[in-house]
């Protein structure tokens, strides 16, 4: 373990900490032992000649010698003398000076009557008791500091391990390296480790997105210079030739035209493309609103109504007048009138467009369009909304379609974070969005 780590300072703070406890209550509580140790002894030594007290106290003065050589020849490891009223020694269990009472550290005096008190003696403590005790002291310092100290080496232990295991995952983390789940800790250090781990789950997800973005990026970009590639050489031909006056290009109106159409189509092109990079970067907030769901569809549909007309559709619209929808009402203008154009363009002839509403659930309803005799790929289905795909590139390129409709309708709905999708249908190509109802069948429905 190294010197600086976590585990080596907490260990020596630990036990620098149980030192200075075990230092402090040593010299706090060594002369409260002794203390202990002496009133203890006073106490033994008062229990011992309490019945000696008590039989003096009711006894005459002139029994005093009698009860007390009584006592002495019971007890002749006991210590004691009785004096009178001016301090001379009327009886003495042993051979004593009275000289030498004051020189006895332990000395229990107890008044028995008539002027008379007892003194107990018993002998002082020496150095080698004192050594003793205080050796007892000290062995249980001791002991007490080793278990302190082990103590303080699974503290440390316990407190490093999981912030190790942290240093470690946080290490596999900077690698963007996988990583166990953490350890269903309850205290700070575990919310540290989930806080840890979601936060290495969202960057995990989030660099995930920037490259799937970044991907899908790429492809644009890739596929838009394709787009715009192509068109742009075939007009700077045109002009080259028109101006060499080469061949049928002296017919300068005929080319010019057939120039200007170009360009307004790749104007349309650019300008979807700048629409789908704001819908992407989120510069295009929603401005909710009540909006007639009929209303809406019906306006979708004029601008292509020669296209229709052409191809003998018969568009078929079954939408409540009273059911209503919060929505942004351009937004979805516009998506629908991509899903519309993408319908009618993938119909056959005399193929039908049927439009309608279904209720789904209490909040939200769901408005298709359906075009009959399609069917798509399995496997193209999940590539429809990417930016300029086409299912026949043959048959669509020169139909003046771009390719990024559909990838519009996505982005506009993303936008709005509405579900949709579109997928085959008995007979035919379904297309379908959920919207948010606000007024439905002539009954209320806020949201």
């Not at 790749?266 to 700048?274: A, D, R, S, Y």
Request: with cysteine; glycine share 6%; hydrophobic share 40%.
């Amino acid at each position: 373990m190294r010197i600086r780590g976590i585990f080596f300072k907490v260990f020596l703070y630990t036990v620098l900490f149980l030192l200075l406890v075990v230092g402090t209550t040593g010299l706090l509580f060594s002369q409260q032992l002794i203390d202990f140790y002496n009133n203890a002894q006073m106490q033994q030594l008062s229990d011992n000649y309490f019945q000696l007290t008590e039989e003096l106290s009711n006894a005459h003065f002139r029994e005093f010698m009698y009860i007390a050589r009584e006592f002495a020849d019971r007890n002749q490891s006991y210590n004691f003398i009785i004096q009178d009223q001016f301090g001379r020694i009327v009886f003495a269990s042993v051979q004593i000076d009275s000289s030498e009472i004051t020189g006895q550290q332990y000395t229990l005096t107890i008044p028995i009557g008539y002027g008379f008190t007892l003194s107990a003696l018993a002998e002082t403590i020496d150095s080698d008791d004192f050594s003793q005790l205080y050796s007892r002291i000290a062995i249980a310092l001791s002991i007490l500091l080793v278990l302190s100290i082990l103590g303080a080496v699974v503290f440390a232990r316990q407190m490093t391990k999981p912030i190790r295991r942290l240093v470690l995952d946080a290490e596999n983390m900077s690698m963007l390296r996988p990583v166990p789940p953490p350890d269903n800790r309850k205290d700070e250090i575990g919310e540290l480790s989930h806080i840890v781990h979601d936060m290495y789950g969202k960057l995990r997800d989030t660099i995930a997105y920037l490259e799937e973005t970044k991907e899908t990026q790429r492809y644009f970009f890739a596929a838009a210079s394709h787009e715009l590639k192509t068109p742009i050489a075939a007009t700077t031909a045109l002009l080259q030739g028109m101006f060499d006056n080469i061949g049928e290009y002296k017919d300068h109106p005929k080319y010019l035209w057939e120039c200007l159409k170009m360009m307004r189509e790749q104007n349309k092109i650019i300008t979807e493309i700048l629409e789908i990079v704001k819908l992407t970067d989120n510069r295009i907030v929603p401005n909710y609103e009540t909006i007639c769901v009929l209303d809406i569809v019906e306006a979708a549909l004029p601008p292509y109504q020669t296209l229709i007309d052409s191809k003998e559709q018969d568009v078929r619209i079954q939408i409540p007048k009273e059911l209503k929808c919060i929505s942004d009402y351009g937004m979805l203008s516009r998506a629908l009138s991509n899903a519309i154009l993408n319908s009618v363009q993938n119909a056959p002839e005399e193929g039908t467009i049927h439009i309608w509403t279904e209720p789904h659930g209490v909040d939200y309803l769901r408005l298709c369009i359906h075009n009959t005799a399609s069917w798509i790929d399995e496997e193209t289905l999940p590539k429809l909304f990417n930016p300029f795909f086409r299912t026949d590139k043959a048959r669509t390129s020169g139909q003046g379609r771009s390719g990024l409709g559909l990838t519009i309708i996505a982005k506009t709905f993303d936008c709005m974070n509405l579900s949709y999708g579109i997928g085959n249908a008995e007979g035919g190509v379904t297309f379908w969005v959920y919207l948010p109802r606000a007024i439905a069948f002539g009954g209320d429905c806020q949201l």
